[in-house]
């Protein structure tokens, strides 16, 4: 508890907020994004756990992004005793428009009912039939607009998602596991920004994102792999909501430590720290705190974090389930 006050009071401090003034742009204010961090505290009380360290280091990161940690554009994840900072696909997009060269850019998702045709340099159809369901995703393209009109593309299919999910640091917790579509999108602007003429800016937030995305490669014709620039034509429908995947348990892997490359000798970095399993305590007391609240709270929290209703709260992470309790209590005036 004393550790939550301690952060509360450094939120609010002079000294803090000076802190924020040098680091953030021109185009926020402290006071907002103090207003902000207060409110993520508030949503996620996990949080104050967090080591002081890590907690403000990931805070003026952000500040010196001009992205507020405000469950859109980035997330404060508490791993442990340590706060990672996770950038959100509508983040990195926000700072690729700051680049100057884009007039617009956007992930789509694709689903299996959805009319879709790509001729390998471009999206050429998209339509969405929004009288009935889509049915799952099965691939994620990106579309940059550059400021003469062309177009660039990128797709990726469902398994290569997957794939830089599993080598990511935080792909068995937080976001990937409440929010599989969004991090889909992430995924596929992270690969798509290799390609285009951003700014330092959009390379140092993606050096300062915990869930780093490694590079698995380029992909081959049959993954649609789509050029750096295309002016063509298109009729793309934009996408409707999308039924997020039920998240699935998966037996626990043995970490491998990453060996660096040595002068003499190896020498072995330790593997990133893994949120903690959910346990059974944690899990009965959100289960009671349901109980006996009204259908409307819970719905509300449920949407504020991005689940579906119907959620089985046992397959949430550690981070997912305290982040719900905190925006229910909330929402029962706790």
């Known amino acids: 508890m004393s550790d939550k006050l301690t952060i509360r009071q450094q939120l609010s401090s002079d000294a803090f907020k000076g802190q924020l003034a040098m680091a953030l742009p021109s185009i926020a204010t402290p006071e907002r994004f103090m207003r902000v961090a207060l409110t993520t505290l508030n949503k996620t009380p996990k949080l104050a756990e967090c080591t002081q360290s890590s907690f403000f280091a990931a805070m003026l990161d952000c500040a010196s992004l001009g992205i507020e940690p405000d469950g859109r554009r980035a997330h404060l994840i508490p791993y442990g005793k340590t706060c990672q900072l996770i950038i959100d696909y509508k983040g990195l997009i926000e700072l690729g428009r700051r680049s100057g060269e884009l007039s617009d850019w956007k992930a789509v998702l694709v689903c299996d009912k959805d009319e879709f045709a790509a ?37 990726m299919t469902r398994d290569e998602v997957e794939a830089i999910r599993k080598r990511s640091k935080a792909g068995r917790g937080g976001p990937w596991v409440t929010d599989w579509n969004e991090m889909a999108k992430k995924t596929v602007i992270r690969r798509h ?33 789509m050029p750096q620039r295309a002016s063509v034509a298109t009729d793309v429908t934009a996408e409707a909501e999308v039924e997020e995947p039920k998240p699935k348990r998966k037996s626990k892997k043995k970490k491998e430590a990453e060996v660096t490359e040595p002068p003499l000798a190896e020498e072995k970095e330790e593997a990133p720290a893994e949120p903690a399993p959910v346990e059974l305590s944690d899990l009965a007391k959100v289960r009671e705190l349901e109980k006996d609240a009204p259908a409307g709270p819970i719905r509300r929290a449920r949407k504020e974090c991005n689940m579906p209703e119907d959620v089985d709260l046992a397959t949430l992470s550690d981070t997912a389930l305290i982040a719900y309790s905190g925006v229910l209590n909330a929402a029962l005036g706790n």
């Open 119 to 155: 001729d390998g340099e471009a999206v050429t159809v998209h339509h969405v039939n929004y009288r009935e369901p889509r049915g799952e995703v099965f691939a994620v393209y990106s579309v940059a607009t550059f400021k003469d009109g062309t177009k660039a593309y990128e797709v």
């Open 193 to 225: 920004s290799k390609s285009l003429p951003l700014s330092a800016e959009f390379r140092d937030a993606a050096g300062k994102d915990y869930d780093s995305l490694p590079d698995v490669g380029a992909m081959d014709a049959s993954a649609l792999t």
